[in-house]
Nanobody
Framework: QLQLVESGGGLVQTGGSLRLSCAAS????????IGWFRQAPGKEREGVSC????????NRAASVKGRFTISRDNAKNTVYLQMNSLKPDDTGIYFC?????????????????????WGQGTQVTVSS
């Protein structure tokens, strides 16, 4: 059974850092593009960052540029989201999602509908 599990969330002060992990079980991430999304209370889920299956292409929301970095370690079947200089507006539940892209390995997307598999999310709270 394909499963994505997020971890690494928590409570941090403004300016702090967290590293989120998205671990896959039941399948190999080698041919999957991965996206990170977040959802704040009362708001729609929004794309934060994504990485292609090859790792050669990434994208990120304007609001996190210069602060968040996405990376992947296929040997560990895990994708990471390093979050620095955190702000209260970064608070929310963070989800990772996967899309099979065996034929197009330098593609990722930041729209929720593009992805086939989703994790359950991890809470990130940034206090002011």
């Amino acid at each position: 059974q394909l499963q994505l599990v997020e971890s690494g969330g928590g409570l941090v002060q403004t300016g702090g850092s967290l590293r989120l992990s998205c671990a896959a079980s039941g399948f190999s991430l080698d041919y999957y593009s991965i996206g990170w999304f977040r959802q704040a209370p009362g708001k729609e889920r929004e794309g934060v960052s994504c990485i292609s299956s090859s790792g050669g292409s990434t994208n990120r929301a304007a609001s996190v540029k210069g602060r968040f970095t996405i990376s992947r370690d296929n040997a560990k079947n895990t994708v990471y989201l390093q979050m620095n200089s955190l702000k209260p507006d970064d608070t929310g539940i963070y989800f990772c999602a996967a899309k099979g892209t065996r034929l197009v390995q330098n593609l990722c997307d930041m729209r929720t509908w593009w992805y086939d598999y989703w994790g359950q999310g991890t809470q990130v709270t940034v206090s002011s």
